[in-house]
């Protein structure tokens, strides 16, 4: 399938991209050279007009993975799809666990200020890390490798009651699960005032997750249910499922969370990108009609106003976190007791051997050897001598399918 080659001009704005014969034409002359690697886009070395054709970019926004496509009147230029990071939350919990243990050592400290206010327009960290990305991906990358001309976004409004409970209607809306009822009071009702999986009656009963925070469940009452204190300690991180008892964990409800946070972001989407806007259902027609399946990549190729353009080979895009302040920890998971200092390369990072350049999968061996990906169909251990850095990786890191 066809693969695109980017091109810049002198004063590095891009162009319109240009096909592999001629960009492998325009290196061996020397009149291009290299800038980057995946996407390949090479910038040109001589002054040259600067014809443009309309380039319409469309996105399908999500939780966890963005679909882009940008499309000439004959051809598509550029697709893939975006995975989001999942460890946000985790990281910032961490966080907030070495800085309260931190400031228990401190209590003699005087509060400096009151920082327990939101700002107005504040969102999560996880959620704008999910706005940020959106916007990153389009003003930060596409738009330094195309000369958009057109941005349109896929917008849905997801009925959050709705999707707990596809038989509502009417004035239930304004009636929430726990209408007159504590939580725990809701709870002994609902599962008969006895251990839901041992079936254990006048013991102290404890409320507990079906599926574990730490397995992304949620504190809404649809993902409780009431357990005995050794049912609840052997569960442990389990799901209800996994412990044996899947009844149980039907009864726990689509988890509110993706459509939640599109929601709260869709429409600061559109804002920021300034960008036109259309619906899921019309989205869908389209795609049905051309005879498309449903992928991120089609929806994004539809939302651009794609019909019978020729298709590109698309990319998948990863975002990786160089941590460059962080030390490796020993095997019980102290530091730093292994070294004070980072190797020079971590995973993800470019690097050539043998005239190839291939991702890093880790070091090890003190730092002396390196190991590849995909070398030959499988990883390999290199002395790191023998490896040249092309490139960190950090940042939106573009990989063909």
């Known amino acids: 399938m066809r693969v695109p080659i980017y091109v810049l001009n002198m004063r590095e704005q891009p162009l319109m991209p240009t096909t592999q014969r001629t960009g492998k034409k325009l290196l061996h002359e020397g009149k291009a050279k290299v800038v980057q690697r995946c996407p390949f886009t090479i910038q040109l070395n001589y002054a040259t007009g600067e014809t443009k054709q309309p380039i319409k970019l469309g996105v399908d926004i999500g939780y966890t993975n ?31 666990m070495y800085r309260r243990t931190r400031r228990g050592r401190l209590g003699y400290r005087p509060p400096r200020f009151n920082n327990r206010t939101c700002p107005e327009g504040w969102l999560a960290p996880s959620t704008q890390h999910r706005l940020d ?18 941005k349109k976004v896929e917008v849905a409004n997801f009925d959050a009651q709705k999707i707990q409970n596809p038989e509502i209607k009417g004035v239930e809306y304004q009636r929430g699960t726990l209408q007159g009822y504590e939580v725990r009071e809701y709870l002994l009702d ?23 925070k730490s397995r992304g469940g949620t504190n809404r009452v649809s993902n409780l249910t009431l357990a005995c204190k050794k049912c609840n300690l052997k569960k442990g991180e389990k799901t ?70 020729e298709r590109c080979r698309a990319y998948e895009v990863i975002q990786v976190r160089r941590n460059n302040r962080s030390l490796q920890k020993n095997r019980k998971g102290f530091k730093p007791s292994v070294r004070r200092q980072r190797y020079e390369l971590q995973p993800y990072d470019l690097v050539k051997y ?45 990989n063909l399918c």
């Open 240 to 309: 209800a499922e996994e412990f044996g008892y899947p009844t149980i964990q039907q009864q726990a409800k689509k988890s509110l969370r993706a459509p939640t946070c599109i929601n709260s972001i869709r429409w600061r989407i559109v804002e920021q990108l300034a960008a036109e806007h259309t619906y899921g259902y019309v989205t869908k027609y389209e795609r049905n009609k051309l005879g498309l399946e449903k992928s991120h990549i089609n929806d994004a190729f539809v939302i651009a106003g794609g019909t019978n353009q």
């Open 354 to 398: 043998n005239n190839r350049t291939y991702r890093v999968k880790g070091v090890h061996c003190l730092g002396k050897r390196v190991i590849l990906k995909n070398v030959n169909g499988k990883d390999k251990s290199v002395a790191i001598k023998k490896v040249e850095l092309i490139k960190y990786g950090k940042g939106l890191l573009f």
């Open 190 to 212: 609902k599962w008969g005032r006895k251990c839901a999986y041992c079936g254990k009656t006048n013991v102290p009963l404890e409320v507990e997750h079906i599926i574990p």
């Open 133 to 150: 990305s959106h916007i990153r991906l389009v003003n930060n990358k596409l738009k330094t490798l195309l000369p958009i001309t057109y």
């Open 66 to 96: 963005i679909g882009f496509s940008a499309k000439t009147d004959k051809l598509e230029v550029i697709s893939g799809t975006l995975a989001l990071r999942k460890d946000v939350s985790k990281k910032i919990e961490e966080r907030w």
